[in-house]
């Protein structure tokens, strides 16, 4: 019952292939985020996208490519990945303000396997 | 350093018992903190906010030390749905960056 959607839940793709994992959330927050997660670790801040605008990005490999079409919408296109990037993806969004981010609230995840 | 430090665990503790996570975050301009719960193969999801003045839902309790830089989770009577890992959240500036910590597994036994 997350309001954070994410698409798809798994995927499987060979180190030439090109796919993307979406994001949507509706409830009117500004900011959203892509962590990465591997098994037994905790989630790793991969970018923050704050009003549309890419405001983060924690020195994240180009074959990771964020875009935010909309303040609903968030993707991530992947390109040329690694074995070592299988995950989970997990888009969380956050109302925001000036006092701080705000709670996170997180979609499902997508679980990808790099082959 | 990391930004964000946990309690290694494993916490393995009988029903009904009390048990106590505690957590450390190393950037002092930090202005948001979280408890979250992430059950396995699962998304995290907040269990709760840290405020400075403390702040109790039901049987649990969360504490902030700024001077520390110290975050504390207290939960009492310890049920055996409370079997999770917990992960100390720390950071933000406006729209910046939130940090987990590494997690702590609690496994609540009958």
């Known amino acids: 019952d997350t309001e954070v959607t994410q698409t798809p839940k798994h995927l499987v793709m060979g180190m030439t292939n090109k796919k993307s994992l979406k994001c949507e959330q509706h409830?009117?927050?500004?900011?959203m985020y892509w962590y990465k997660q591997k098994a037994k670790k905790p989630p790793e801040l991969m970018f923050v996208y704050s009003y549309e605008k890419l405001s983060i990005n924690e020195s994240v490999p180009s074959r990771f490519s964020p875009e935010c079409p909309n303040s609903s919408l968030l993707n991530l296109h992947l390109h040329a990945l690694q074995p070592e990037d299988s995950a989970l993806y997990l888009c969380?969004?956050?109302?925001?303000?000036?006092?701080?981010?705000?709670?996170?609230?997180f979609g499902e995840g997508s679980r990808l396997t790099v082959l | 350093r990391k930004e964000v430090e946990q309690d290694p665990g494993p916490f393995n503790v009988p029903e009904g018992a009390t048990v106590a996570f505690n957590c450390t975050y190393s950037n002092s301009a930090s202005q948001s903190f979280f408890w979250y719960r992430q059950d396995c193969r699962k998304e995290p999801k907040l269990l709760m906010s840290v405020y400075s003045s403390g702040n109790e839902d039901g049987r649990f309790t969360a504490q902030l030390n700024r001077a520390s830089q110290y975050i504390s989770l207290l939960i009492r009577d310890s049920k055996l749905s409370d079997s999770a890992t917990y992960l100390c959240v720390a950071g933000g500036t406006s729209y910046g960056k939130l940090t987990f910590g590494q997690g702590t597994i609690l496994t609540v036994h009958p």
């Open positions: 409830m009117g927050h500004r900011a």
């Open positions: 969380a969004s956050s109302q925001g303000s000036l006092a701080g981010p705000g709670e996170l609230f």
